[in-house]
Nanobody, 120 residues
Framework: QVQLVESGGGLVQTGGSLRLSCAASGSIFKINAMGWYRQAPGKQRELVAV???????NYADFVKGRFTISRDNAKNTVFLQMNGLKPEETGVYYCKLDLTARDYRSVEYWGRGTLVTVSS
């Protein structure tokens, strides 16, 4: 079984920065992609950024130029550096892992989330 542990959330003022981390552990055969999603109160969960095993990166339009996703393949860890944070970006940030299991099935895992609060 695979587990994801997120960290780095907290309280920050408008314009501040946070760095989120997500470490995967367990029965991992091959990681296809790792990414970050967020869910604000009363809204649907939305994609923030994703990075594939080959290093291809996709950002949501609303974070381009402010957020940076990166990875440490040796530690099965993905990071999200968030700069210039805005109050409307308050919410729970979730780590998502897409992997290929040993039986070659594609499997998806979600972390429990880490809360980010941006004060005005």
């Amino acid at each position: 079984q695979v587990q994801l542990v997120e960290s780095g959330g907290g309280l920050v003022q408008t314009g501040g920065s946070l760095r989120l981390s997500c470490a995967a552990s367990g029965s991992i055969f091959k990681i296809n992609a790792m990414g970050w999603y967020r869910q604000a109160p009363g809204k649907q969960r939305e994609l923030v950024a994703v990075i594939t095993s080959g290093g291809r990166i996709n950002y949501a339009d609303f974070v381009k130029g402010r957020f940076t996703i990166s990875r440490d393949n040796a530690k099965n860890t993905v990071f999200l550096q968030m700069n210039g944070l805005k109050p409307e970006e308050t919410g729970v940030y979730y780590c998502k892992l897409d992997l290929t299991a040993r039986d070659y099935r594609s499997v998806e895992y979600w972390g429990r989330g880490t809360l980010v609060t941006v004060s005005s």
